[in-house]
């Protein structure tokens, strides 16, 4: 494992396994010398733009506002409920791995740290996020082993 991490960005998807990953990153930041930058990322998918006179939905945009400040107080729990030093914590709407990879790059960090399952048929023929990550990502991935959490959620 490289030594020295600087910035580590460390997804988490707020199931059951969140607190797994969030503790294992925090073994690998040397206090004071390693930042850390915890990430959910809500599942959100743009509709093809339809400009059949219909207008906007605005239905759509609020229960993504929704769906965001929900993530946000569960982040927020799950940090009071580690009583873990401060990270800074972002919640963004987009496809995970894509929202991960450019994040990654943006914030420059060089490690990214997330939850990984073991995953059986239709999941496996689809793929996972932590897999997407780990063949685009612009620095190294650490793929937490994980139980697979209960409520089916993905691996982010």
Known sequence: M???????????DLSATAAAVLSRARTLASPGACRMTVLHVVEHRPLPDLDYGLGTLPGLEM????????????????FSGLATDAAERRVVA???HLE???LA????????????STRTG?????????HSV??????????VRV???ETGADDT
Do not use: F, Q, W
Request: overall charge negative; aromatic content about 2%; proline content about 6%.
């Open 100 to 102: 991960i990879n450019r």
């Open 63 to 78: 229960d993504l506002d929704t769906a965001l400040d929900s993530a946000r107080s569960r982040l927020d729990a799950l």
């Open 134 to 143: 780990l063949n685009h990502a612009p620095c190294d991935v650490l793929a």
């Open 147 to 149: 139980s697979a959490p």
């Open 2 to 12: 490289k030594p020295g991490y600087r910035h580590l960005l460390v997804c988490v």
């Open 122 to 130: 239709l999941g496996r023929l689809l793929g996972s996020t932590a």
């Open 105 to 116: 790059e943006e914030l420059d960090v060089d490690l990214v740290v997330l939850g990984s």
């Open 94 to 96: 987009g496809i995970p």
